[in-house]
């Protein structure tokens, strides 16, 4: 690994960790999902390849706490009953305005070295 590569996989790890709610949020917003669903949605996402389902659960449960996300069990014809999560419309509020605080820093990271 260059040194190069090391710098990024550090900053890379960081970005993740500054921007999974975001994502969890925006996902559910879509419309309500399970924990599979969530994670092969989130696979998708620029560094989230390798996501493992367990580790949604601890910030689901967060973000449930915090009045962000509901979840409920319902049951299915075929096996065990799945859990739900639903963006709240305080989850959504919040969502808009980690989406506004996102683009401002991608405005002044685009705009760098334009004012002279």
Same mark, same amino acid.
């Given at each position: 690994? &260059?040194?190069?590569?090391?710098?990024?996989? =550090?900053?890379? #790890?960081?970005?993740?960790?500054?921007?999974?709610?975001?994502? /969890?949020?925006?996902? $559910?917003?879509?419309?309500?999902?399970? *924990?599979?669903?969530?994670?092969?949605? $989130?696979?998708?996402?620029?560094?989230?390849?390798?996501?493992?389902?367990?580790?949604?659960?601890?910030?689901?449960? =967060?973000?449930?706490?915090?009045?962000?996300?509901?979840?409920?069990?319902? @049951?299915?014809?075929? *096996? @065990?009953?799945?859990?739900?999560?639903?963006? &709240?419309?305080? *989850?959504?509020?919040?969502? &808009?305005?980690?989406?506004?605080?996102?683009? =401002?820093?991608?405005?002044? /990271?685009?705009?760098? *070295?334009?004012? #002279?």
């Amino acid at each position: 690994m &260059t040194p190069k590569d090391d710098v990024l996989e =550090r900053w890379i #790890s960081q970005a993740r960790k500054g921007y999974f709610e975001m994502l /969890l949020l925006s996902r $559910l917003q879509a419309g309500r999902a399970y *924990g599979y669903q969530i994670v092969a949605s $989130l696979k998708r996402a620029p560094g989230f390849e390798a996501l493992a389902e367990g580790t949604i659960y601890p910030v689901l449960a =967060r973000m449930k706490k915090d009045g962000l996300v509901t979840a409920e069990w319902v @049951a299915t014809d075929a *096996g @065990a009953p799945r859990k739900y999560y639903t963006t &709240t419309a305080f *989850g959504a509020d919040v969502l &808009t305005e980690m989406r506004r605080v996102w683009k =401002r820093m991608g405005d002044v /990271l685009d705009n760098q *070295g334009m004012d #002279s």
